[in-house]
Nanobody
Framework: QVQLVESGGGLVQAGGSLRLSCVAS????????MGWYRQAPGNERDLVAT???????NYADSVKGRFTVSRDNAKNTLYLQMNSVKPEDTAVYYC????????????WGQGTQVTVSS
């Protein structure tokens, strides 16, 4: 079992910045990948950014150049730095991890709301 606790969401004006955090109950060295997903009302949950165990990152086209995903293994924490936010970034943001191993178990956090005002 892995517990994930997100924080850092809130209300921000368009053009502003926000940093999300996700604290895991075990070291990220046991994860194949960590990532952020988001879900707006009426929409599916979509990928925002991921970081693989080796450090390779992947971003949705809509956030490239504005968002940065990073990881602090010593703090068991995943981050999402959100810059130049837009109203369309409004969503619940979820942390997700995939464990190492043949089963590749997936765990999700409870989500944190991000609202961008225009």
């Amino acid at each position: 079992q892995v517990q994930l606790v997100e924080s850092g969401g809130g209300l921000v004006q368009a053009g502003g910045s926000l940093r999300l955090s996700c604290v895991a109950s075990r070291s990220p060295t046991s994860f194949n990948s960590m990532g952020w997903y988001r879900q707006a009302p009426g929409n599916e949950r979509d990928l925002v950014a991921t970081i693989a165990r080796g450090g390779i990152t992947n971003y949705a086209d809509s956030v490239k150049g504005r968002f940065t995903v990073s990881r602090d293994n010593a703090k068991n924490t995943l981050y999402l730095q959100m810059n130049s936010v837009k109203p369309e970034d409004t969503a619940v943001y979820y942390c997700r991890v995939v464990l190492l191993g043949p089963r590749a178990d997936v765990y999700w956090g409870q989500g944190t709301q991000v609202t961008v005002s225009s």
